[in-house]
């Protein structure tokens, strides 16, 4: 399969926030959002093999594992590499961002799905597969990416509408008002969590952190 870069960091969104984690970030990506910050992983990558990115990350001292992307159901190889780390023992987490079915996966022992869902200012909401919500499982979880209050307005519906037994994050796009966001949540009493992008927080905006 097509690997972009393989790297050892702090977790810096959703549930294991904080958690140091190796990060697989495969190639290729179907989407083209407009606030996008990994625009390098669309077509960049080398070919390996499974078991040559076990090799690679047994050399970390971690367990808990990260595939991200660009949109790592993209690959077919995927499905594999998720089942060969969940032997080895692995904390597997799948990044997807919400165009693709998840059935096949969903409810998959020791696997954590963190699925998007894109609003309006992506540019990519009506790529949406909202039915995956309903595939979603407790111990996952979905991130709204919010610019401005049309993406929290957006947000809440899908929340209201779909109900899901996840855990909800609201993350603002990097540099977006972290103010307006709370209070609104606040105000609407949402059972929702504000998602901060650690990683950012600590290293800035740049590559393989």
Known sequence: MKINEIFYSIQGEGKWTGLPNIF??????NLRCSFCDTKYAYSDGREMSINEIIEHIQ??????????GGEP????????LIETLIEKKYMACLETNGSKNIEDIANKKD?????DVKCPSSNMDKEMVLENISNLGVRDQIKFIIKDKKDYDYA???????????????QPVWGSNLNNIADWILRDGLH???GLQVHKIIWGDKKGV
């Open 192 to 194: 929702v969590k504000l």
């Open 24 to 29: 697989i970030r495969t190639t290729g990506c």
């Open 111 to 115: 696997l954590l799905i963190s699925m």
């Open 73 to 80: 159901l993209e690959q077919n190889e995927t499905l594999e």
């Open 59 to 68: 050399k970390f001292p971690c367990k808990y594992v990260c595939i991200t």
């Open 156 to 170: 809440k519906n899908i929340v209201e509408k779909y109900q899901p037994i996840c855990i909800v994050f609201f």
